[in-house]
């Protein structure tokens, strides 16, 4: 074996948790080569940098990062760049062109095939085989935060008319429902407690063998040492009475569900092909939240899509008040090229879109504070990532007065509120361990 000390990997994630999701699995072969994950670029002998298109933010950033590792790459041509995800689904030739010192672009409908691509291309690079690389020997056991990740499927079989994912991940696939309970069942055994599911419609999930999201909700929330659960994002028209009886009955699941709204008049939304009317989605909210007691819900809403308005916004603003978010992600609609909606007619003036942004923001952070406030006082539990930060069973935000020890669920009461989370005093450790005591 060789003496060498390991190689290290540094990956760089745009995006959304899909995205980081992915960052992990593209990490994974890597890591079993023996590569260790630095947080530091300068030190990586291969960084991957995973790519999102959903926003022409995210892409820019990280095509300037590709421009800025030129230098990194030519102080030693032996480093491996690897550029991977949406953006590299959508700018895959002009990336190999751009950027010739790339070596390996892989796309996100190719990432089943990344593992082969990988050591395709690492097989033709000298530097990477000439020592004697003993695999099982290098391999070490994975670890992981008290949340992990885990993706159920891929790709996206709706055609929302202002996003760009069905283009670059194409259409869905579904994991088979053993090989996601196998990867749930390692992700505790590498230290998480949480899981979240992950899926561009997570609950369209079907396996191939005819089970769905709410059998799947069930299975993965009965596994030994899954104290909490969670998935993310859901698409209001799968809610339905199987997905709101495994969500009560599965006391795993965590109390918060994060349902896009995206907007509350219908005309905007039937432009915006999301398939289901204002009525409905509150409908769906109001069942829920009768068979779920405490649920909280946070959303997404779009302010200026072509078309929208003042009557339109009213209507969003109503069924925002009527949902009563705990957070709500408010963007100003930004013409995405490639979209049916980028050639929509009757575009929104720039600064009306910033006026009508500025109005979602004034109600949804005015009833996240009061959700904040209402917390004042109680009890809650909380997941520690670190020794003072986590995040409630309702998905706040929380801070602790006093450090404990991270990875473990304490009990805290509430003793304020700050913008966007809670101040928590400790009141009981370990609820893990009684969790596990439980039948
Ligand atoms: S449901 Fe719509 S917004 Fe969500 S990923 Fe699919 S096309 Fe995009």
């Known amino acids: 074996m060789s003496s060498d000390p390991p190689r290290r990997l ?6 959304c948790q899909m995205s980081a999701a992915d960052g992990d699995e593209l990490a994974r072969p890597l890591v079993e080569r023996g590569l260790r994950v630095v947080g530091d670029a300068d030190d990586a002998d291969a960084i991957i940098v995973n790519t999102c298109t959903v926003r022409q933010h995210a892409e820019d950033r990280a095509v300037s990062l590709l421009g800025r590792l030129r230098p990194w790459k030519e102080a030693r041509p032996e480093r491996f760049l690897i550029v991977a995800g949406c953006a590299a689904e959508r700018l895959g030739g002009w990336i190999q ?26 097989d033709k690079r000298f530097e990477w085989t000439k020592d004697d690389w003993d695999r099982d020997e290098r391999r070490r056991p994975e670890t992981t935060g008290p949340a992990a990740f ?3 499927m891929r790709g996206c079989n709706y055609s929302c008319t202002y996003c760009i994912v069905p283009a670059v991940r194409g259409r869905e696939l579904y994991r088979p429902f053993d090989v996601i309970l196998n990867e749930a069942r390692a992700r505790v055994a590498a230290g998480a407690s949480e899981l979240m599911l992950l899926g561009q419609t997570v609950n369209s999930y079907r396996a191939p063998d005819g089970r769905d999201f709410a059998d799947l909700l069930r299975a993965v929330g009965a596994l030994p040492g899954v104290a909490r659960l969670r998935f993310m994002s859901p698409h209001p028209h799968y809610v339905g009475p199987r997905m709101i009886a495994a969500m009560a009955e599965t006391p795993a699941v965590c109390p918060h569900l994060h349902l896009p709204l995206q907007s509350g008049s219908d005309a905007v939304l039937r432009r915006m092909r999301r398939n289901y009317a204002g009525a409905e989605y509150l409908d769906k909210v109001e069942r829920l939240r009768r068979s779920i007691p405490g649920l909280a819900i946070s959303t997404d809403v779009i302010a200026g899509f072509p078309g929208e308005t003042e009557s339109d916004l009213e209507d969003t603003l109503a069924a925002l008040r009527r949902l009563d978010p705990t957070f709500t992600y408010c963007f100003k609609f930004s013409p995405r090229e490639g979209t049916e909606a980028a050639e929509l007619a009757q575009p929104v003036a720039e600064p009306v879109k910033e006026a009508r942004l500025r109005r979602l923001l004034d109600l949804t952070e005015g009833l996240q504070r009061d959700h904040l406030e209402r917390k004042v006082g109680t009890t809650v539990r909380i997941l520690l990532e670190d020794e003072r930060r986590g995040r409630t069973e309702d998905y706040f935000h929380a801070k602790l007065e006093a450090p404990s020890t991270p990875g473990t669920i304490v009990e805290a009461e509430v003793t304020g509120s700050v913008p966007q989370g809670l101040r928590t005093r400790l009141i009981g450790k370990n609820v893990l361990d009684m969790l596990a005591s439980q039948p």
């Open 10 to 15: 540094h990956v760089v994630t745009f995006g």
């Open 97 to 122: 062109k751009r950027f010739p010192y790339v070596d390996l672009v892989v796309g996100a409908k190719s990432i089943e095939e990344y593992p082969s691509l990988l050591e395709e291309a690492l």
């Open 150 to 152: 885990v993706t159920i």
